[in-house]
């Protein structure tokens, strides 16, 4: 199915909300920012053990300061939605994030190569549709 | 003698239920452009929101929110409709690594 995601185009990245749903079933929804330069799709572990998916391990991460992902494990996402599509068990770094970063994810070239992607600044909006 | 309506609905309701639902009500629904500028450089938990045609979020109930992430992730909320938005412009510049001694 074709899909067309309207974005901001005032904002420095494409931010679009995406859905988790969580260990009881729930969508947990959220913002993420779109990553064409990263191969993989990186998750907040916040957020994460929101969803009940991963449990926080603070003591043994070392964080280095503000500008930098600092990933530092993988899960399956039973379920996660972007741009109207779908994907079941889909693997995802798990990453710790600055809380100024403002976001829950950065969606990957993992995600993105399923699709057949264009983005256009001129209208603002993502159109996507299975490959 | 009649019965009102009302009293049924509640008869059928538990007082947690009541209460819930009663609690919500005195709660204001926002826009997100009022929760920018109620909440500024705040973390949301954001419940019962409504989408816009391209199910963007467009409003809802500021049910928690803090400056601290960690907080507002970890805050309880009932509803089946959950958000979560940061109000402040994003600091994020695209770096990225691994942490150390996690290469993976």
Do not use: E, K, R
């Given at each position: 199915m074709r899909t067309v995601t309207p974005f901001d185009t005032s904002q420095h990245h494409i931010h679009t909300e995406f859905f988790v749903t969580d260990q009881t079933g729930r969508r947990l929804r959220f913002d993420g920012v779109i990553d064409t330069g990263a191969p993989w799709t990186e998750f907040s572990d916040e957020f994460l053990a929101r969803a009940g998916l991963v449990e926080l391990s603070d003591d043994e991460v070392p964080i280095k300061p503000n500008l930098e992902t600092q990933k530092y494990a993988k899960v399956l996402l039973p379920s996660l939605t972007i741009c109207g599509h779908t994907l079941h068990d889909f693997k995802v770094m798990v990453s710790r994030f600055d809380a100024?970063?403002?976001?829950?994810?950065l969606i990957g070239l993992d995600f993105f190569r399923r699709f057949r992607v264009t983005i256009d600044y001129g209208q603002g909006v993502l159109v996507s549709e299975p490959l | 003698m009649p019965v009102e309506v009302s009293e049924v609905s509640a008869a059928i309701l538990t007082r947690h239920q009541l209460a819930h639902i009663l609690e919500m009500m005195e709660r204001e629904r926002l826009s997100w452009a009022e929760m920018k500028r109620q909440y500024p450089d705040q973390w949301l938990l954001i419940v019962d929101y409504e989408t816009d045609d391209a199910d963007r979020l467009v409003s809802g109930i500021v049910e928690f929110h803090s400056t601290d992430m960690h907080q507002v992730a970890q805050a309880p909320a009932q509803s089946d409709r959950i958000a979560f938005r940061y109000t402040g412009e994003s600091t994020f510049r695209g770096l990225r690594s691994y942490a150390h001694r996690y290469a993976l």
């Open positions: 100024a970063w403002g976001i829950a994810a | -």
